[in-house]
């Protein structure tokens, strides 16, 4: 079957109870081996967690009490609350050491997961009723929280550590017995599992892990889990590292290993993440590294790998360390003592590369301050749904500061939408991409198929466009049109060289659009009243400060720019367009337009 595993392109681990690491990687072999016990703990960054932890302390105690009248459609502002006051009720170093005001908020915490707790252990999370992933989620923030009560002997925390023994023990009859959603749900639940049986042992938390682990955990060539997401990578990469961790397992560790590989060439020096190639939701949203920092560090540590400690380093320097990691973090350096030892490697990495993710259609190219992303490796047909890539960008281009945040083809064609690469094609430094669509006319129904009362089945067309009651399968398709969209993209030391050719019936309007990021200055194109840029010819210039990135020459046959989503999105009067400085080349088929961006 086409997505059964095997060991060329994932992991399949159906023996998870071998007591050696199954890692094919021999330098992630040694690397696993090597002695950490003697590494000294990172006092400073200690100290840091601890004065961010305590000033997240004291917004908590300044917020107004649970109005019980207002429910809440999410818990895990809740939970993180009792990890970060749990973290610094428990640190000798904090000013709120075994303060009594934060076990007294506390126990008003736990009583009221307590209270929206379910009989069967889970809680609701926005739409998604009972949800058994959705309590795993929440059992992230408490299971820490329990682990390090544990060992906290205030004589009033008897009571507070019961009810959150019960809300665990509760919640673990959930997670043996749950389903889930998605793919990362599975690795969550077990997480939890993992992090209930640490506590409170029981076998039968160890064989539900282990039922779902023996449907084997995909990982492609690539090195990208089913989901191909930044947001939920992250989930699962923290989850197999505390199965890893608690269970004894570090075979778990070698696909964590290829993930945290990948998305350091997914990285961008100012710490933004690659998303276009997504099959969730944020395919369309901007997304920091940091959600990887505790994964990057922990593997750093326990492998020595340079390219880890890197990029814990270049997340530690990023201006939201602080609130993302610093101010909520503690415990979970408290409950793991792995992640207090200092980064003992050398962090300079070579961060000059051109990589080609061959099954997700994605080249990432570094050459100095440039950067360049290439994508087209939707999912066919395009369908706009969860679970499925259908992001139109094509190219992203960055000078430092000056962004290029998408390039896109769209045409009139039957308002098909934006161009959608059939896969990458890589010829030496040349990257080529390709997409032919077809639009279809239908001759009259056959005799056979017809009826007195015209009521025929409701259906899609063939060619994906629209649904009617026609009966579409039963008529023989006329006046086929296709159009051949084929973009060629050549790189030399940053500098791409771009040759546009859409070919099929003439007249059609082609629509180039480029988005640079807000607030940016752009010269050489002429700005119309809706604030839209055509570059009409000769060259064009965005400005950031001191970085400035160079396209054209540019085009200017129609100026227009509307409905080039597709029916899909205009029907219902929705838009891809985002916030941005929108640069506009135009002209009609046949089409042939060469540009350079440097």
């Not at 276009?276 to 920091?288: A, E, G, Y």
């Not at 962004?403 to 030496?428: A, W």
């Amino acid at each position: 079957m086409k997505n059964q595993m095997s060991r060329g392109e994932f992991i399949r681990l159906s023996s998870l109870t071998l007591a050696g690491a199954l890692v094919s990687d021999i330098v992630f072999a040694n690397d696993m081996l090597s002695d950490n016990s003697k590494v000294k703990e990172d006092t400073e960054l200690m100290k840091k967690l601890i004065l961010n932890n305590d000033a997240k302390v004291k917004s908590i105690l300044n917020k107004p009490p649970f109005d019980s009248a207002i429910k809440l459609s999410s818990f895990r502002g809740v939970a993180s609350s009792i990890t970060i006051m749990t973290a610094s009720m428990s640190n000798s170093d904090s000013e709120y050491y075994k303060s009594k005001i934060l076990a007294e908020k506390l126990n008003e915490a736990i009583d009221f997961l307590l209270k929206e707790q379910y009989r069967d252990g889970t809680l609701d999370a926005g739409g998604n009723r009972q949800s058994p992933p959705d309590t795993a989620f929440i059992l992230e923030y408490i299971c820490p929280a329990a682990a390090i009560l544990k060992n906290n002997k205030q004589a009033d925390l008897v009571q507070l550590k019961d009810k959150l023994k019960k809300f665990i023990l509760n919640a673990g009859e959930a997670m043996v017995t749950g389903g889930v959603h998605t793919p990362n749900h599975r690795w969550v639940i077990c997480a939890a599992l993992a992090n209930i049986n640490s506590l409170f042992p029981d076998i039968r938390y160890v064989q539900r892990i282990d039922e779902w682990l023996a449907e084997g955990i995909y990982m492609n060539q690539d090195g990208h889990y089913a989901e191909r997401s930044g947001i939920y990578s992250a989930v699962i990469d923290k989850a197999l590292i505390t199965m890893s961790r608690l269970l004894n397992r570090p075979e778990l560790l070698e696909i964590v290993n290829k993930n945290l590989t990948t998305y350091f060439y997914y990285t961008e020096p100012n710490g933004d993440l690659v998303t276009v190639d997504s099959k969730r939701q944020d395919q369309f949203m901007d997304l920091k590294v940091t959600n990887f920092y505790l994964q990057y560090r922990y593997m750093a540590i326990l492998t020595k790998n340079p390219m880890f400690a890197h990029m814990a380093n270049l997340i530690e320097n990023l201006p939201a360390f602080a609130t993302d990691i610093l101010s909520g973090s503690l415990a979970f350096f408290m409950e793991n003592e792995e992640l207090r030892k200092k980064i003992t490697v050398d962090t300079t990495v070579v961060n000059d590369f051109e990589k080609f993710f061959a099954i997700s259609n994605l080249a990432r190219i570094r050459r100095g301050k440039t950067s360049v992303t290439l994508f087209g490796g939707n999912d066919k047909p395009v369908m706009i749904v969860s679970g499925r890539s259908s992001n139109p960008n094509f190219l992203m281009y960055r000078k430092g500061d000056a962004i290029l945040k998408y390039m896109r083809l769209s045409t009139s064609f039957f308002r098909m939408g934006y161009f959608s690469s059939d896969g990458i094609v890589r010829e030496g430094n040349k990257y080529i991409l390709k997409e032919t669509k077809e639009a279809d006319y239908y001759q009259p129904l056959a005799e056979e198929f017809r009826k007195a009362d015209g009521d025929y089945k409701l259906s899609e067309s063939p060619d994906g466009r629209f649904w009617n009651k026609m009966d579409f399968d039963s008529r023989i398709k006329s006046n086929v049109k296709t159009q051949t969209t084929v973009i060629e993209i050549a790189e030399d030391n940053g500098t791409l060289s771009l040759d546009f050719k859409v070919d099929g019936p003439p007249n059609v309007e082609v629509t180039i659009e480029m988005c640079f990021k807000e607030g940016s200055n752009i010269t050489g194109a002429t700005l119309d009243e809706k604030k839209n840029y055509f570059l009409k010819s000769g060259q064009g210039v965005l400005f950031v400060g001191s970085d400035s990135i160079q396209f054209g020459p540019g085009k200017c046959e129609h100026l227009n720019i509307e409905n080039l989503d597709s029916e899909e999105y205009t029907y219902h009067q929705g838009s891809l367009r985002t916030n941005g400085e929108h640069v506009y080349i135009t002209g009609f088929t046949p089409f042939h337009h060469k540009m350079v961006i440097s």
